[in-house]
């Protein structure tokens, strides 16, 4: 993903676009073998970036600060993209000052740079957790804030995720739906399959004789944009004849569907099929979540360790 696509994406985020991809923004290829039950798909990932010295961001900074002087707004956003490659505490807040500039390519490219925050993803979600009010009709915000948690694997973003997939804008919950899906976090299952029941999609995505399933004949994700053109058609039509919120929110059931996929490594039919799943690999399930809950605890103490050693000057 690059700056300039985070910049041109913000007037079509109610669109229903192809699921996020890495953090370069190109889809993630998938493994040789499939996962064992619960398991779920895991492609390859960048290394974590090395946390820099407290001198080297002091000095990255002070380069930042001088390129960012000027007016010519590609040099300033250049000098955001340089500063992010340096991961500490120090250039997460500079960042974050960023992220309230006047300027759309410069907020872009400060969120962008807080997604390759990735030594650091705890000091992250800390600071853009909280300014992601389920009930906030900042669309624009909403989506780049969850595209950052995505990036950089905040794993304590989950519960956050969750709650904006209730938001009643379908950007903000298809954006939502897709980290999910990307951070495979096997925690969210039980509150995914609560939104199929919601959603009315407990027996797949069939409704008013719209099927968000086409088949094109097409390789690649021309199926998959397809289905989701097709949801998006029958939506409009029901918004058209009056239906509730949540029947206009259906077209979100063909999503629910593939982040079970992400999550479980398994494509399923039905509700019913996904929780007879569940049912029958919970062993395995438990000990994916807890995996995750290591990992969320690291990420956790790596911050404390992080802004300790920046405020010892190290």
Same mark, same amino acid.
């Given at each position: 993903?690059?700056?300039?696509?985070? *910049?041109?994406?913000?007037?079509?985020?109610?669109?229903?676009?192809?699921?996020?991809?890495?953090?370069?923004?190109?889809?993630?290829?998938?493994?040789?073998?499939?996962?064992?039950?619960?398991?779920?798909?895991?492609?390859?990932?960048?290394?974590?970036?090395?946390?820099?010295?407290?001198?080297?961001?002091?000095?990255?900074?002070?380069?930042?600060?001088? *390129?960012?002087?000027?007016?010519?707004?590609?040099?300033?956003?250049?000098?955001?993209?340089?500063?992010?490659?340096?991961?500490?505490?120090?250039?997460?807040?500079?960042?974050?000052?960023?992220?309230?500039?006047?300027?759309?390519?410069?907020?872009?490219?400060?969120?962008?740079?807080?997604?390759?925050?990735?030594?650091?993803?705890?000091?992250?979600?800390?600071?853009?957790?909280?300014?992601?009010?389920?009930? *906030?009709?900042?669309?624009?915000?909403?989506?780049?804030?969850?595209?950052?948690?995505?990036?950089?694997?905040?794993?304590?973003?989950?519960?956050?995720?969750?709650?904006?997939?209730?938001?009643?804008?379908?950007?903000?919950?298809?954006?939502?739906?897709?980290?999910?899906?990307?951070?495979?976090?096997?925690?969210?299952?039980?509150?995914?399959?609560?939104?199929?029941?919601?959603?009315?999609?407990?027996?797949?995505?069939?409704?008013?004789?719209?099927?968000?399933?086409?088949?094109?004949?097409?390789?690649?994700?021309?199926?998959?944009?397809?289905?989701?053109?097709?949801?998006?058609?029958?939506?409009?039509?029901?918004?058209?004849?009056?239906?509730?919120?949540?029947?206009?929110?259906?077209?979100?059931?063909?999503?629910?569907?593939?982040?079970?996929?992400?999550?479980?490594?398994?494509?399923?039919? *039905?509700?019913?099929?996904?929780?007879?799943?569940?049912?029958?690999?919970?062993?395995?399930?438990?000990?994916?979540?807890?995996?995750?809950?290591?990992?969320?605890?690291?990420?956790?103490?790596?911050?404390?360790?992080?802004?300790?050693?920046?405020?010892?000057?190290?």
């Amino acid at each position: 993903m690059t700056r300039a696509r985070l *910049s041109l994406a913000l007037p079509i985020l109610v669109a229903l676009a192809a699921p996020a991809g890495a953090e370069d923004g190109k889809p993630a290829a998938p493994p040789a073998a499939p996962p064992a039950a619960g398991a779920p798909e895991k492609a390859p990932e960048k290394p974590i970036p090395p946390l820099a010295t407290t001198a080297a961001a002091k000095d990255a900074i002070a380069k930042f600060k001088a *390129s960012f002087k000027g007016k010519d707004v590609g040099v300033k956003a250049d000098a955001v993209d340089t500063l992010g490659v340096v991961n500490h505490p120090f250039v997460v807040d500079e960042l974050l000052k960023v992220v309230k500039h006047k300027d759309a390519e410069l907020r872009a490219a400060a969120y962008f740079n807080l997604g390759r925050q990735r030594a650091i993803p705890e000091l992250v979600a800390k600071a853009l957790v909280p300014t992601a009010d389920p009930k *906030s009709k900042d669309v624009a915000h909403l989506t780049e804030v969850i595209d950052t948690l995505r990036l950089v694997g905040a794993r304590s973003a989950t519960p956050t995720l969750l709650a904006l997939c209730r938001h009643e804008d379908h950007g903000v919950v298809r954006w939502a739906l897709d980290a999910i899906g990307d951070l495979k976090d096997v925690r969210a299952l039980d509150e995914v399959l609560a939104l199929m029941k919601e959603l009315k999609v407990e027996e797949g995505v069939k409704w008013d004789g719209a099927e968000a399933s086409v088949d094109t004949g097409t390789s690649g994700d021309g199926d998959q944009q397809a289905a989701q053109a097709a949801a998006t058609a029958a939506a409009a039509a029901n918004a058209r004849k009056g239906k509730s919120s949540a029947r206009k929110m259906r077209s979100a059931g063909e999503i629910l569907y593939s982040v079970l996929e992400d999550l479980t490594g398994e494509k399923f039919g *039905s509700g019913k099929e996904a929780r007879a799943w569940l049912e029958k690999h919970k062993d395995k399930v438990a000990e994916r979540c807890k995996a995750l809950d290591e990992e969320q605890a690291k990420q956790e103490a790596d911050a404390k360790a992080a802004l300790a050693a920046a405020k010892a000057g190290k």
